[in-house]
């Protein structure tokens, strides 16, 4: 069983749409949850970084973790076809280190 | 301020040859770590460099083998290259161990 689990997709959304995205995990021990977003035959590029249970909120992006369920979000309001990407989910533990990245789901916005 | 430099951006090597790749650390940043991109997968930690030491590594072989310089750049070399070691090759640094990772476009190796 893979550490940190990632549906790939493909997910298809409309324009405006709400994109909601997950990833589970199976270790107790991550401490620090991020999500990358990785354009095609890019490096991935930094979203969100969140480090407690709850919601963090930045424009029309909102992580959710829920350390209880071992279950991370990103939700996407009102998307646009600039968001069409792949997606990464990330942990690491507390004494840091490597990252732990989950296999990633692509987007694709529709106009 | 600049972020982080690879280069080359793209390679094409045979089995059995050796390669290196190149990164340059986004300014201020003493923590290098690189990681392996296999095509519609996620990035798989190879190993990490703070203050020119090694600090942590995958579950990489010995042929996979790094460097940091004083100025924090860093070098991942690969021996005997085999076909699965075509990926995206990222490097990542950042202010410290703990610290968020920045990372940069990536060299995409092809062995053939």
């Known amino acids: 069983q893979k550490e940190v689990e990632q549906d790939p997709g493909p997910l298809s959304v409309p324009e405006g749409a709400i994109v909601s995205l997950n990833c589970t995990y199976s270790n107790s021990a991550f401490q620090y949850f991020m999500w990358y977003r990785q354009y095609s035959r890019k490096g991935p590029e930094l979203l969100m970084y969140?480090?407690?249970?709850g919601n963090k909120e930045d424009g029309r992006f909102t992580a959710q973790v829920d350390k209880s369920s071992k279950y991370i979000s990103l939700f996407i309001r009102d998307s646009q076809p600039s968001d069409s990407a792949t997606y990464l989910c990330?942990?690491?533990?507390?004494?840091?280190?490597?990252?732990?990245f989950g296999q990633g789901t692509e987007l694709s916005v529709k106009p | 301020e600049t972020g982080v430099t690879q280069s080359p951006t793209h390679l094409i090597k045979t089995r059995g040859q050796q390669v290196t790749l190149r990164c340059s650390s986004q300014?201020?940043?003493?923590?290098v770590s690189w990681y392996q991109q296999a095509l519609g997968q996620g990035p798989q930690f190879i190993f990490q460099?703070?203050?020119?030491?090694?600090?942590g590594r995958g579950n990489f072989p010995p042929r996979f083998s790094g460097l940091q310089f004083p100025n924090y750049s860093s070098e991942l070399n690969v021996n005997a290259l085999e076909l699965d070691d075509s990926a995206l090759y990222l490097c990542a640094s950042s202010f410290g161990i703990k610290e968020t990772q920045y990372f940069g476009p990536g060299t995409r190796l092809l062995v053939l």
């Open positions: 300014s201020g940043h003493n923590t």
């Open positions: 460099y703070y203050r020119e030491e090694e600090n």
């Open positions: 969140t480090y407690s249970s």
């Open positions: 990330a942990m690491v533990y507390n004494q840091g280190g490597k990252l732990i």
